[in-house]
């Protein structure tokens, strides 16, 4: 069974105004020749975790836009779902109830049912944010795309020839990583000519051998949490870029990067970017 909150106003935070209206897509200005890729990115790259959590509200198309407005880091990540009728969302949770003032399973929605469910923002957040609707997929990927590279995990393997098509009907395949926590899911976003991402937890990569993803993987995900030799493994491993993930604090970011990653995923983009990196782990 699925609860919804009553519509609201249009939505107001930080970043202003915000239309959740899809529109028509057509290349943005920035564009030039062709949009941001993973390429261009910084030797070391900052990406803001569903927006910055500890900043604004997660996974929302204000956040997002806070985030992309402040430059605080040069990537986007966010998470996405599948409704019923085969929408895909921006939605981290299986179910509404932690993020949103609805109740239920997000796959129990339809499209129409989504456009009635508000996200519930944080008390502690920094700033006055208001309750708006989650978007989806498409509203994030025209809204940003090839202005920033974006990251999206897809929570729902099944959802992943749905994105696949997205990106490619907008020209992102080279500038959207595809994210996700099985190595079987990377491999098929490879195959289907997307950037692959892989992420993995301090447990998993006691046991990991990440050379065997080389051929398929171009973004490694770790977990900071792990021991210095998995980390250290990983980065040795072959796989072109090794980020790690959720790094909130300079202590471990510096730590990170001593160790050779070269990107960290946070949830506090904006502390991380005002702290200078020690000069130990910028080596």
Known sequence: MVTLATRTAPIVGLAGVLSLTAVAFAPPLE????????????????????????????????????????????????????????????????????TTAAGGKVH??????????????????????????????????????????????AKDPKSLKGLAGLIRARGLTRSVLVNSNRPAVAADAHRLGLISQLWRSARQMKTDRPERWAGYVDVLDMDYKARDADLVRAVRS??????????????????????????VITDAPGLLAATAVRASAAR
């Open 238 to 263: 072959g796989v072109p870029r090794v980020w790690a993930h959720t790094v909130n604090t300079p202590k471990d970011r510096d730590r990170v990067l001593r160790l050779g990653c070269n990107g």
């Open 108 to 153: 129990d929605l339809d499209r129409t049912q989504w456009q009635d469910v508000r996200l519930r923002p944080k008390a502690s957040l920094p700033g006055s944010w208001r309750a708006e609707r989650p978007p989806t997929v498409a509203e994030v990927l025209d809204r940003f795309g090839g202005r920033i590279v974006l990251m999206l995990e």
């Open 31 to 98: 564009w030039g020749s062709g949009p941001l890729t993973v390429e261009s990115l910084p030797r070391v790259t900052y990406t803001a975790h569903r927006g910055g959590a500890l900043e604004v509200p997660e996974n929302s198309m204000a956040g997002l836009s806070a985030a992309f407005e402040r430059g605080t880091a040069q990537v986007l990540d966010f998470d996405t779902r599948m409704l019923r009728d085969g929408t895909l969302v921006v939605m981290h949770d299986a179910t509404l109830d932690r």
